[in-house]
């Protein structure tokens, strides 16, 4: 059974950094992508970067140059650094993991991580 565990959530005041990790636990290999997303209140969960198992990461447009993934894919964690926050990036983030063989698809999701932007 895999297990994705985030950490390093919490509050801080606009302008302000923090840095997510999320490592995975149990029997996973074949891992073609890791991502975060996050879930502002009231809003639907929407997708804020991934990484592929070479190293490529995307972003959400808008979060570009203030968001950088990364990930040790021999330690099955990937982590979000995220800098000048802004109370609009308050939400719970999830970590994601994609792992694929050549006749399935397995999608893998943390618990989610509270973070808040105070003004």
């Known amino acids: 059974q895999v297990q994705l565990v985030e950490s390093g959530g919490g509050l801080v005041q606009a302008g302000g950094s923090l840095r997510l990790s999320c490592a995975a636990s149990?029997?996973?290999?074949?891992?073609?992508?890791m991502a975060w997303y996050r879930q502002p209140p009231g809003k639907l969960r929407d997708l804020v970067a991934s990484?592929?198992?070479?190293?490529?990461?995307t972003y959400a447009e808008s979060l570009k140059g203030r968001f950088t993934i990364s990930s040790d894919n021999a330690k099955k964690t990937v982590y979000l650094e995220m800098n000048s926050l802004k109370p609009e990036d308050t939400a719970v983030y999830y970590c994601?993991?994609?792992?694929?063989?050549?006749?399935?698809?397995?999608?893998?999701w943390g618990q989610g991580t509270q973070v808040t932007v105070s003004s």
């Open positions: 149990g029997s996973l290999s074949g891992i073609a992508t």
């Open positions: 990484i592929s198992s070479s190293g490529r990461a």
């Open positions: 994601n993991f994609v792992e694929k063989d050549s006749l399935f698809r397995w999608n893998y």
